[in-house]
T-cell receptor, first 115, second 110 residues
Framework: DTGVSQDPRHKITKRGQNVTFRCDPI?????LYWYRQTLGQGPEFLTY????????KSRLLSDRFSAERPKGSFSTLEIQRTEQGDSAMYLC?????????????FGPGTRLLVL | SQQGEEDPQALSIQEGENATMNCSYK?????LQWYRQNSGRGLVHLIL?????REKHSGRLRVTLDTSKKSSSLLITASRAADTASYFC??????????FGAGTTVTVRA
């Protein structure tokens, strides 16, 4: 399977714990994006990388959130001191750079439940 | 904040009928994309229409774009049970982040 993969698919944690999600993009894609989706809503942009550089972070990404993409390959999203409001689906997407206007290909998502 | 708004919020149709949903947005865009999401799953890309295009087809899908009205429509012809899903429009205004609407939930009855 050469699509975007995410791990884990589901995560249940207690409030205050730290969690880390991983995203493996399509191998030749330079751009990687993180979105968050709550129930009944569309995805909301969190951050994106071009190769290993994190180029923009949404105001939704509080200081408890950190994302990395070492070596421009896979990416991790860490949430520290989780809160119940962090419960959501976290989606990763990737795209090539080709003068822009490229399709973003999404992974299956990681569903987080904070108790 | 979400730029796109889909209408209707929900749609129920008989198998074989056509389904039409609309998307309105607020700012200038480079392109508009439509995605499908089955319950609890990731998003599947359906079609991308650029700001200088007015209509695009892909199989049973037809998308229109009216930049003067800042609106788009997605038509699914001859619907099937497998088309049951949520459909989202997403606008690309600046070449990287997508802004999604809240989606239209389509139910196709057998």
């Amino acid at each position: 399977d050469t699509g975007v993969s995410q791990d884990p698919r589901h995560k249940i944690t207690k409030r205050g714990q730290n969690v880390t999600f991983r995203c493996d993009p399509i191998s030749e894609h330079n751009r990687l994006y993180w979105y968050r989706q709550t129930l009944g809503q569309g995805p909301e942009f969190l951050t994106y990388f071009q190769n290993e550089a994190q180029l923009e972070k949404s105001r939704l990404l509080s200081d408890r959130f950190s994302a990395e993409r070492p070596k421009g390959s896979f990416s991790t999203l860490e949430i520290q001191r989780t809160e119940q409001g962090d419960s959501a689906m976290y989606l990763c997407a990737s795209s090539p750079i080709a003068g822009g206007q490229e399709t973003q290909y999404f992974g299956p998502g990681t569903r987080l439940l904070v108790l | 904040s979400q730029q796109g708004e889909e209408d209707p919020q929900a749609l129920s149709i008989q198998e074989g009928e056509n389904a039409t949903m609309n998307c309105s947005y607020k700012t200038s865009i480079n392109n508009l994309q439509w995605y499908r999401q089955n319950s609890g799953r990731g998003l599947v890309h359906l079609i991308l229409i650029r700001s200088n295009e007015r209509e695009k087809h892909s199989g049973r899908l037809r998308v229109t774009l009216d930049t003067s009205k800042k609106s788009s429509s997605l038509l699914i012809t001859a619907s099937r049970a497998a088309d049951t899903a949520s459909y989202f429009c997403a606008t690309d205004a600046n070449d990287y982040k997508l802004s999604f609407g809240a989606g239209t939930t389509v139910t196709v009855r057998a």
